[in-house]
């Protein structure tokens, strides 16, 4: 089976792995909803099964089910319980392993909810899910059996809310679908909900490399009114009742707006089939984040709007690290010790698996400070979109890793 080194991951060729003639075989055409709370602190971490539900249709990927592409900071995956063999596997990151590395989790236990989607088993599977730490090692992993036929999997109906397509690009087997889910807008302003939603479409469609891949994507807007207007800014006191529950100050940093209620999200998307979501916040307010495999949330009405949305989807879909610092986080994300998993920075301990063939080419750099440190971690452009809100374009490197995982996401066998 060949191997491959792409941008500081390990993938399997694509011509190996399981094929779509294998995902007919092991799974319906039809979504496994998985729903776990992660909880513990800084030194510990543990999950918990929640609850499981059932949706029409599957948008992820039908081929090299049995590989991912990044490494992300954990990874769930569904095994024949019989032999072990993998069925289907995908990585994500938390919000909550972000935690682990504030001061706050070294004297507080907390739970944070998560929910996952997989192609529904056509016979019972063993899921297993794995966390890892900034080392790069498991820190947790649980694993249990799901049995297609449990009557206590809920199957989930329409909800009603409005939708509509916004940019349809190929078809839902094939491309990268996208759900932009109203946040903080009332019944009446669902037109102003889709106005910011298209605006949100123009701007990632506009950025390259996602311009020239348009055709690669589809993007629908779910309109779920929210009983006040805005969300929650609790720096300045203003708190909101919203869809979503998001807020600035995660962690007590003012500009970042996260959601922990990742239930609530979910539960509002319904029988939408989608891979990836963006939370559309109705608030002037600079902030946002994104969250590899789990979700973009950015305020719609800030001036800065067009580019940041650029900066933390390539968080969320690509993986990409931030290329800044500020030497602020109590516990290193990215320990000098270690190659970061992400693929636009490096400590050099694995150089090799990064840039460094664009490095001799010329096209590419080595420059220190980026992943929040400026000392010891490096970055491949003095700017990017990735560092700077000032910068219009990615560089070469995060430009190459997007145009890969869009590859990984819509190639065919």
């Known amino acids: 089976m060949k191997r491959l080194i792409l941008s500081g991951i390990l993938l399997l060729s694509f011509a190996a792995g399981l094929s779509a003639g294998d995902f007919d075989a092991f799974f319906e055409d039809a ?33 090299r089910l049995d590989q991912v592409f990044l490494e992300g900071n954990g990874q769930i995956s569904l095994s024949d319980p019989e032999t072990g063999k993998i069925l289907y596997v995908n990585s994500f990151s938390t919000l909550f392993q972000e935690w682990t590395s504030y001061e706050e ?58 939708r509509t397509v916004l940019h349809r690009g190929g078809d839902l087997r094939r491309a990268c679908d996208v759900v932009i889910l109203s946040e903080g807008y009332t019944e009446a302003e669902r037109s102003k909900f ?18 020239s891949r348009r055709n690669c994507f589809n993007f629908t807007a779910i309109a779920v009114p929210s009983p006040d207007s805005g969300v929650s800014v609790p720096h300045d006191g203003r708190w909101k009742r919203t869809v979503a529950s998001s807020h600035f100050d995660t962690f007590y940093v003012d500009r970042y707006l996260t959601t922990a209620n990742m239930k609530d999200v979910f539960d509002a998307i319904g029988t939408v089939s989608f891979e990836h979501v963006i939370v559309l916040a109705n608030t002037p307010v600079y902030g946002g984040g994104g969250i590899f495999n789990s979700v973009t949330i950015m305020g719609s009405d800030h001036p800065t709007f067009p580019r940041v949305i650029v900066h933390e989807f390539g968080h969320a879909f690509a993986g990409l690290a931030d290329e ?3 030497d602020d986080m109590y516990d290193p994300m990215y320990p000098l010790d270690t190659e970061p998993w992400e693929p636009n920075i490096t400590t050099k301990i694995d150089f090799l698996s990064k840039w460094k063939d664009l490095l001799d080419e010329g096209k590419a750099g080595l420059f220190e400070g980026g992943g929040y440190t400026s000392k010891g971690v490096f970055r491949p452009a003095e700017d990017c979109r990735m560092k700077t809100n000032s910068c219009p374009d990615f560089c070469p490197v995060c430009t190459r890793a997007i145009n890969r995982i869009i590859d990984y996401y819509t190639a065919e066998e």
Request: overall charge positive.
């Open 31 to 63: 979504t496994l909803r998985l729903d776990y709370v992660f909880c513990g602190n800084a030194s510990r971490q543990e999950m918990y099964f929640a609850e499981a539900f059932r949706t029409s249709g599957w948008a992820g990927r039908r081929t």
């Open 194 to 211: 889709y106005k910011d939603a298209a605006r949100t479409v123009e701007a990632l469609l506009s950025h390259e490399p996602f311009a």
């Open 105 to 162: 989790a070294t004297r507080v236990n907390r739970a944070f909810e998560n929910c996952f989607q997989v192609p529904f088993p056509k016979a019972p599977v063993r899921v297993t899910l794995t966390l890892t730490d900034h080392h790069r090692k498991v820190s947790a992993r649980m694993s249990h059996i799901v049995d297609p036929a449990d009557i206590l999997i809920r199957p989930l109906a329409d909800n009603g809310y409005s």
């Open 324 to 326: 800044y610092y500020y």
